[in-house]
């Protein structure tokens, strides 16, 4: 089955500051990818998703953004982060049978 | 547009008891994917049921069924004989189409007591 490393576990950044999470995936080959924000107590908001490299769909028009450069990386990215960007990110990625999504450990993320 | 909706915010359920979370969904699309996932105060996603639009028979994984009626367009969990390690938040999710998209709902909380 498929694995998905996603890291840091946390990170507290300062408004403003530059923000790069990483996902890559074990197990499989030309996956589709996801990156999902959860605020607190509330439900996974879907932001990107990529159906292979270099094609990223952006659901919500934000100060963030996806790039694909390797079929099993997903990577969200941010030049300037906002407080309201603060919340819990994770990667998924749908498995080879799409009778299966799996996901990374997930990364809390607190602007301050 | 494609959507997902989970009515039902909170519940608490004896433990032992059978609990029924609802899940309705809304597509065009004649071939598309359901699933539950239970999510614990950790944060983790854990699968738990897979059911295919095409499927013809009910999914089952242990405690866990999945009521699909597909012309009700609905897809609820029922889990039977709840423990105190089932409480956590629940979500449905649907891909459809190119199975492109995954798109959750907004969970429901379930507290299991004593």
């Known amino acids: 089955s498929q694995t998905i490393h996603q890291w840091p576990a946390t990170l507290v950044q300062p408004v403003g500051s530059p923000l790069s999470l990483e996902c890559t995936v074990e197990?499989?080959?030309?996956?589709?990818l996801y990156w999902y924000r959860q605020a607190a107590g509330r439900g996974l908001q879907l932001l990107f998703y990529?159906?292979?490299?270099?094609?990223i769909s952006s659901e919500v028009p934000q100060n963030l953004s996806a790039s694909r450069p390797q079929d099993r990386q997903f990577i969200l990215s941010s030049k300037k982060l906002l407080l309201s960007d603060s919340g819990f990110y994770l990667c998924?990625?749908?498995?080879?049978?799409?009778?299966?999504?799996?996901f990374g450990q997930g990364t809390r993320l607190t602007v301050v | 547009a494609q959507k997902i909706t989970q009515t039902q915010p909170g519940m608490f359920v004896q433990e032992k008891e059978a609990v029924t979370l609802d899940c309705t969904y809304d597509t065009s699309d004649q071939s598309y994917g359901l699933f539950w996932y239970k999510q614990p105060s950790s944060g983790e996603m854990i699968f738990l049921i897979y059911q295919g639009s095409y499927d013809e028979q009910n999914a089952t994984e242990g405690r866990y069924s999945l009521n699909f009626q597909k012309a009700r367009k609905s897809a609820n969990l029922v889990i039977s004989a709840s423990q105190l390690g089932d409480s956590a938040m629940y979500f449905c999710a649907m891909t459809w189409g190119s199975w492109g998209k995954l798109q959750f709902g907004a969970g429901t909380q379930v507290v299991v007591t004593p």
């Open positions: 990529s159906v292979g490299i270099g094609q």
């Open positions: 197990g499989t080959s030309n996956p589709n």
């Open positions: 998924a990625c749908l498995g080879h049978r799409n009778t299966e999504a799996f």
